[in-house]
């Protein structure tokens, strides 16, 4: 509420600047004062008179069925509907209220996970398109704002039950911290965060360098990197390494600590091999290389024959698709099209609607989106919203597909941004939905016509 106000007031005092405001508020279902805590946040948007937008959903229900812990999936639909609300509101920033509390309890979190300069450089202040103008602020100083200037607000009690980690920390280990070592704390670790963050951007940028001096190829499901690698400082060596598994595994948090041990314990030796979850590292005389060792469980035959995928060329470039035109997937000998009702003859045999061949979306949500309909291979942070339970990786969605890594990188997909709408032959996502009295636009893969225009 006082991030609402103030910056309800920035809009109002600075008109000339053209800035807008959108309050958006997720009711997760699980406390009975969550209706009146949506209520407020709709009353105060109207008096200031700006747009609100109320989303509800199970969150429990959503993390048993992601398989993850309630905080983790609740934050993680949160941010997914937050997105989906900048690109159909046109905003171009999200602002959080995370304050100096949030940073000591984050970075303290982490250091007892043993969590290295990344970890600990704790929450940005801003990053990508979102920002968090409070967060130097303690929040005691959020409080009395409001008393200031008289502003409702409302507690979530269930921050008081030190159930999880995070609330016992707040709850128990700070309050000991400030009581018998550091009074100033909160201060302390906001202070130590901001230095870690200067270090690892500084580590970023060398290791980038890094990567472009010892990169040797990326092929599908295989990365190498120069024997050379090994005479990196561990600082470097340790990023580099972990970015290299990355690209294998999809696992954005990168390779544990043992694991990265226990390949700079190798000390670059060829013949040296090693099998960790979800791919192999092995050492020649040329490189270092990690590989894919996933076993693939998918079918065979139809348009787009996945299995076939593993012994096929490189990935394709990325392809703008227009209505009304087919395009050539090289390599794969496919054709895609977009094509609006009573321009495609839905009696073609090869046209039937099902998974592999043929995706149908509402024209007009489809028009929503600013960026184009493409069809390329998967990138670091694409996903896919369904229905009932909201954004799931890409990866999660081959994971449950059963489809190889080597097959991953060359499987084609339909997205705008890095909202994946279609994965032949997987899943089509639930957003775009073609009701029967809705206008259509049908995307559709088939074989490479003999001769084509």
């Not at 670091?380 to 999660?396: A, E, N, V, Y």
Request: aromatic content about 8%; hydrophobic content about 40%.
């Amino acid at each position: 509420m006082a991030l609402s106000h103030i910056l309800w007031r920035y809009v109002r005092e600075e008109r000339l600047k053209g800035n807008s405001l959108v309050l958006t508020h997720v009711h997760h279902g699980v406390r009975k004062e969550s209706d009146n805590e949506a209520h407020l946040v709709q009353k105060m948007a109207e008096i200031w008179k700006i747009p609100c937008l109320v989303h509800r959903f199970d969150a429990k229900g959503y993390a048993k069925t992601m398989g993850q812990s309630f905080q983790e999936a609740a934050r993680e639909w949160r941010y997914a509907r937050w997105q989906e609300d900048m690109r159909r509101e046109g905003c171009t920033l999200l602002a959080t209220a995370h304050h100096l509390g949030d940073q000591a309890e984050t970075i303290l979190y982490r250091l007892l996970r043993g969590s290295g300069t990344a970890g600990l450089a704790g929450i940005y202040p801003a990053k990508e398109s979102i920002v968090r103008p409070l967060l130097t602020f303690r929040k005691a100083d959020i409080l009395n704002y409001c008393a200031r200037e008289a502003l409702p607000y409302a507690l979530d009690r269930s921050n008081e039950e030190p159930v999880y980690i995070r609330n016992r920390i707040r709850l128990e280990l700070l309050p000991a911290l400030e009581r018998d070592y550091n009074p100033r704390l909160q201060e302390a670790l906001g202070r130590t965060g901001e230095l870690l963050r200067w270090d690892e951007e500084y580590l970023t940028l060398q290791m980038e360098a890094a990567w472009k001096h010892y990169y040797i190829s990326n092929s599908v499901g295989a990365v190498g990197l120069s024997r050379d690698v090994f005479s990196e400082p561990a600082a470097i060596l340790s990023r580099l390494l972990r970015r290299a598994a990355m690209l294998i595994t999809g696992e954005p948090r990168g390779l544990g600590y043992s694991y990265v041990e226990k390949i700079m314990d190798s000390e670059g030796r060829p013949g040296w091999r090693q099998d960790l979850p979800g791919m192999t590292v092995e050492i020649s005389n040329e490189g270092i290389w990690f590989s894919s060792n996933a076993i693939h469980k998918g079918e065979t035959g139809d348009v787009l024959n996945i299995h076939d995928l593993e012994s096929r060329d490189p990935p394709f470039p990325e392809i703008v698709l227009n209505v009304g035109h087919w395009s050539e997937i090289s390599n794969l000998k496919l054709e895609i099209g977009l094509w609006e009702d009573g321009n495609l003859s839905l009696a073609d045999a090869t046209l039937d609607r099902n998974e592999n061949k043929m995706a149908v979306f509402s024209r007009d949500l489809l028009s929503q989106f600013s960026d184009q309909l493409v069809c390329r291979t998967r990138r670091q942070g694409d996903k896919m919203w369904f229905q009932g339970l909201g954004h799931k990786s890409i990866k999660k969605i081959f994971q449950e597909g059963n489809i190889s890594i080597k097959v991953r990188n060359k499987l084609p997909l339909v997205a705008v941004g890095a909202e994946v709408l279609w994965i032949p032959g997987v899943r089509q996502s639930g957003l775009c939905p073609a009701a029967h009295s809705t206008k259509r636009i049908y995307c559709v893969l088939r074989p490479q016509a003999p001769s084509s225009i």
